[in-house]
């Protein structure tokens, strides 16, 4: 049972990733899930999440509009596309499944973790 995210790399600023989170050993669609970022020397930020409730998708307002995530269930994979990605999106990604996705205080944020995935790294850099 695990998910693994991929993707990672280095990109100048204005450019473009997809990173893919692949979920084994658990159908992922039964659980909300999102992606969390960890800049060196900072504390975690939630960036994106998906709720099974409702369907919603809920952004970090510092991505708004250059960041899409979506999800493939048939392959059991969660995508996150980054456009017009600019330095202070550097960072390790990591995608998690939760009990719950839900925004506090502007942020996506996955509740009561089941899975964390192992990160992938972002370098924006010009």
């Known amino acids: 049972v695990q998910l693994q995210a991929s993707g990672g790399g280095m990109v100048q600023p204005g450019g473009s990733l997809r990173l893919s989170c692949a979920g084994s050993?658990?159908?992922?669609?039964?659980?909300?899930i999102g992606w969390i970022r960890q800049a060196p020397g900072k504390e975690r930020e939630g960036v994106s999440c998906?709720?099974?409730?409702?369907?919603?998708?809920y952004y970090a307002d510092s991505v708004k509009g250059r960041f899409t995530m979506s999800r493939d269930n048939a392959k059991n994979t969660v995508y996150l596309q980054m456009n017009n990605l600019i330095v202070e999106d550097t960072a390790v990604y990591y995608c998690?499944?939760?009990?719950?996705?839900?925004?506090?205080?502007?942020?996506?944020?996955?509740?009561?973790?089941?899975?964390w995935g192992r990160g992938t790294q972002v370098t924006v850099s010009s």
């Open positions: 998690a499944t939760g009990s719950q996705c839900a925004v506090a205080a502007g942020e996506p944020i996955i509740y009561g973790v089941y899975r």
């Open positions: 050993g658990f159908t992922s669609e039964d659980y909300d």
């Open positions: 998906i709720s099974t409730s409702d369907g919603s998708t």
